[in-house]
């Protein structure tokens, strides 16, 4: 359970979500059993994600000179991440498949094709395919709004889910993962504000 989630904020961003109905008649598991309940390859994974962030956390306070190793021990990481990702995209997936299209530490917002019940809880399933983030967790639907879109074909609705139940380490994946996006999105906006002054 999350203590303070409003101290987190969500950042614009596409991904997939598999949901499965949680079963009400069952408690919500606790940060073992939602261990247990992961695949072998999304536990390898965040414990890769893991171990790299403390050990990059640690090589940051050496000198200069570690820099080239810094870089070097993140490219290594960035090979494994790929790997694991690639295994985990081959794996049969649980659920019905939604279109995220913002995350942060506290929740996820999906793009439905269906209204979806208020304050049921989902097991979810999250990959941020370019962020090399995948995690099981269990969320809460808390509004299904109508998307207005006047291009769109078919009806969608806007979902936000909030986490009920995720492991630390997987909400400062995220929280690494939002800072990373939001670091992009303002670095392209800076390219195109220094192109139309040129």
């Given at each position: 359970?999350?203590?303070?989630?409003?101290?987190?904020?969500?950042?614009?961003?596409?991904?997939?979500?598999y949901l499965?109905?949680?079963?009400?008649?069952?408690a919500?598991?606790?940060?073992d059993?939602?261990?247990?309940?992961?695949?072998?390859g999304?536990k390898?994974?965040?414990?890769v994600?893991?171990?790299?962030?403390?050990?990059?956390?640690?090589?940051?306070?050496?000198?200069?000179?570690?820099?080239?190793?810094?870089?070097?021990?993140?490219?290594?990481?960035?090979?494994?991440?790929?790997?694991?990702?690639?295994?985990?995209?081959?794996e049969?997936?649980?659920?019905?498949?939604?279109?995220?299209?913002?995350?942060?530490?506290?929740?996820?917002?999906?793009?439905?094709?269906?209204?979806?019940?208020?304050?049921?809880?989902?097991?979810?399933?999250?990959?941020?395919?370019t962020?090399?983030?995948?995690?099981?967790?269990?969320?809460?639907?808390?509004?299904?709004?109508?998307?207005?879109?006047?291009?769109?074909?078919?009806?969608?609705?806007?979902?936000?889910?909030?986490?009920?139940q995720?492991l630390?380490?997987?909400i400062?994946?995220?929280?690494?993962a939002?800072?990373?996006?939001?670091?992009?999105?303002?670095?392209?906006?800076?390219?195109?504000?220094?192109?139309?002054?040129s």
């Amino acid at each position: 359970m999350i203590p303070d989630s409003n101290s987190y904020f969500n950042v614009p961003h596409n991904f997939n979500v598999y949901l499965t109905s949680w079963d009400p008649s069952h408690a919500l598991p606790t940060d073992d059993e939602l261990r247990d309940m992961q695949s072998v390859g999304l536990k390898l994974l965040t414990e890769v994600k893991s171990l790299e962030a403390s050990c990059l956390l640690q090589l940051r306070h050496l000198d200069n000179d570690a820099k080239a190793v810094v870089d070097f021990l993140k490219l290594q990481s960035r090979k494994v991440d790929l790997v694991l990702q690639h295994v985990l995209e081959k794996e049969v997936q649980d659920g019905e498949l939604f279109t995220g299209d913002q995350f942060g530490g506290s929740g996820i917002s999906i793009i439905s094709t269906r209204p979806l019940i208020a304050n049921e809880f989902v097991k979810t399933h999250i990959y941020l395919h370019t962020e090399l983030v995948a995690l099981l967790c269990i969320c809460q639907i808390r509004t299904c709004t109508a998307a207005t879109n006047d291009t769109a074909d078919t009806p969608s609705w806007r979902c936000e889910l909030e986490f009920s139940q995720i492991l630390e380490d997987d909400i400062e994946q995220l929280v690494r993962a939002s800072l990373n996006v939001q670091q992009k999105m303002l670095k392209k906006r800076k390219q195109n504000i220094d192109k139309q002054r040129s």
